[in-house]
């Protein structure tokens, strides 16, 4: 049971090339969610996806795609890399049970430096 | 969801019981606390959370005022692998599901 899965860990990109960031979960959860931290700051959400099919803005949405591709995976793509996007990024998932769903488990991370 | 205020920082010697306090004085009835804490480089890690009562768990205990304007999370033995920063998020648990993480409360724990 790995958890949250991330990849890459590391990228570097320059600008305006795209790439996307990988995420997929083992624990049969309904919601999973992007979110990128900069330095000294707290997290903050790109994107989330509540169930199987459907996507929906967070808080930083601006120059990010995302895909729910099943109930496992969720990926983050950047279209045109800007030194903008320079931050750590962190997938997550929580379950469907009403108690359940503010516990969100956390992969380890993409590191990811534009150029 | 109801805004939260904590020490930007706190220092705690090894084996105390390091108290971390989170002020949220607008929480609504129906807004619980949960406490998540970040070491260094790792993704956010889930650690207790509560409506009113006090919660204990494996990690911590949580203790929420009686006005549930305030709560304290409690690590009983603080070790050095307590050194993080932790969060303190207030939210409800129907409709929107995203958490607000804020800047929380840089703990070091000094041996």
């Known amino acids: 049971n790995a958890g949250v899965t991330q990849t890459p860990k590391f990228q570097v990109l320059k600008t305006g090339q795209s790439m996307t960031l990988q995420c997929a979960q083992d624990?049969?959860?309904?919601?999973m969610y992007w979110y990128r931290q900069d330095p000294g700051m707290g997290l903050r959400l790109i994107y989330y996806?509540?169930?199987?099919?459907?996507?929906d803005k967070g808080e930083v949405p601006n120059g990010y795609n995302v895909s729910r591709l099943n109930k496992r995976e969720f990926s983050l793509r950047l279209e045109s890399a800007a030194p903008s996007q320079t931050s750590v990024y962190f997938c997550?998932?929580?379950?469907?049970?009403?108690?359940?769903?503010?516990?969100?488990?956390f992969g380890a991370g993409t590191r990811l430096s534009v150029l | 969801d109801a805004k939260t205020t904590q020490p930007p920082s706190m220092d705690c010697a090894e084996g105390r019981a390091a108290n971390l306090p989170c002020n949220h004085s607008?929480?609504?009835?129906?807004?619980?606390v949960y406490w998540y804490r970040q070491i260094h480089s790792q993704g956010p890690q889930y650690i207790i959370h509560?409506?009113?009562n006090n919660e204990t768990n494996e990690m911590a205990s949580l203790i929420i005022t009686e006005d549930r304007k305030s709560s304290t999370l409690i690590l009983p033995h603080a070790t050095l692998r307590d050194t993080a920063v932790y969060y303190c998020?207030?939210?409800?648990?129907?409709?929107?599901?995203?958490?607000?993480f804020g800047t929380g409360t840089r703990l070091t724990i000094i041996p």
């Open positions: 607008t929480i609504s009835g129906n807004e619980y």
């Open positions: 998020i207030v939210r409800v648990n129907f409709g929107n599901e995203k958490l607000t």
């Open positions: 996806s509540a169930s199987e099919g459907t996507t």
């Open positions: 624990m049969n959860h309904n919601s």
């Open positions: 997550a998932s929580s379950g469907k049970q009403l108690l359940a769903k503010n516990i969100q488990y």
């Open positions: 509560g409506l009113k």
